[in-house]
């Protein structure tokens, strides 16, 4: 009896002792368990980075991404035509400026990130393919001794139409993918140009690959931004540019005023009569004003490696265009 009444008080004393002796020899151990002061900060601060933005709402990264996913994919149909009805066509102008600073000559590798529809793509290829026919000429001039059959099969030789350049339209949303094939194939382009599913935090090409990466109002749907502008500067070759289209901070007051006023107002709107979807599109507001200043961007991409990095204010800040090269 007496042996079996000792267990229980041994059992106390030891487990007793055992706690006296890890707040002895690990006392900063202890203070980090969950129900110290300590352990909660921590984790707290843990929930909070798993923590971000969808639009104004605080979802968890998880359910970003998905939620981000879902708005793409019932839009996908309609996202062209949105885009005309919301900015009046002058996206239009402003994937042309971004072609522009590019300014891609024949044999350039171009990675369109978050490609989707394949606008930025198409304009690559009639881009390069006009430097090359114009490169074609001037060869022409200055071979005066060549035969018309000759200069007939310089200019028919599809496949060197391009002068071997060629683009990756790459995104994570299958429906915006598909669209954009679709679009592509109807205006017959075909040549150089390759469609990639997946995610642009964890790009599946090796190191130094590409001339130029683009992104065009996708950076902000990404998850992690920081991950993302890495992986960029990883698969870019030394000298080669980033390129992102996004939009931005306006730096005119009244402009502004109005700016807000036909975005909360009159876009929603447009998304439910055109595309049937009203919440897709007060995301995208909603994202478009949390999406860091100019100034506070340009510093993320330095961050990510990125040198002489600039950006240029188009439509008084309503959209920028942002450029950085791997040096």
Not at 3 to 17: F, K, Y
Not at 116 to 134: K, S
Not at 167 to 192: E, R, W
């Amino acid at each position: 009896m007496a042996a079996g009444g000792s267990r229980p008080l041994w059992g106390h004393c030891g487990r007793r002792w055992s706690r006296v002796m890890w707040r002895c020899w690990f006392p900063g151990l202890c203070s980090s368990w969950p129900g110290s002061p300590l352990g909660a900060r921590l984790l707290s601060q843990k929930k909070q980075a798993l923590e971000t933005h969808f639009g104004f709402e605080t979802v968890s990264e998880e359910e970003k991404g998905r939620k981000v996913y879902q708005v793409f994919e019932g839009v996908a149909k309609k996202y062209d035509v949105m885009n005309d009805a919301m900015t009046l066509g002058i996206h239009r102008v402003w994937k042309d400026m971004l072609l522009q600073k590019m300014h891609p000559s024949p044999g350039t590798h171009l990675l369109d990130v978050a490609g989707g529809t394949g606008d930025i793509a198409i304009r690559f290829l009639n881009y390069v393919q006009a430097q090359h026919r114009r490169k074609q000429k001037r060869q022409v001039r200055a071979q005066q001794n060549l035969s018309w059959e000759e200069i007939a099969q310089k200019y028919q030789n599809e496949e060197d139409s391009l002068g071997g350049s060629h683009v990756i339209v790459y995104d994570i949303n299958k429906a915006m993918l598909k669209t954009g094939k679709q679009k592509a194939s109807a205006q017959g382009y075909t040549a150089g140009l390759s469609w990639v599913l997946g995610d642009a935090e964890e790009l599946p090409f090796d190191d130094d690959k590409f001339d130029f990466y683009t992104i065009g109002f996708g950076i902000r749907n990404v998850t992690h931004m920081d991950r993302a502008l890495q992986e960029a500067h990883r698969v870019l070759k030394p000298g080669g540019q980033f390129l992102c289209l996004e939009f931005s901070h306006v730096d005119n007051t009244f402009i502004s005023r109005l700016y807000d006023l036909y975005s909360f107002q009159v876009i929603p709107v447009l998304g439910k009569v055109i595309a049937g979807d009203w919440k897709s599109y007060q995301y995208l507001i909603e994202s478009i004003r949390l999406f860091p200043s100019q100034e506070e961007f340009k510093e993320i991409i330095e961050d990510a490696g990125f040198r002489k990095v600039t950006y240029e204010n188009l439509t008084s800040g309503i959209v920028a265009i942002h450029s950085g090269f791997k040096l």
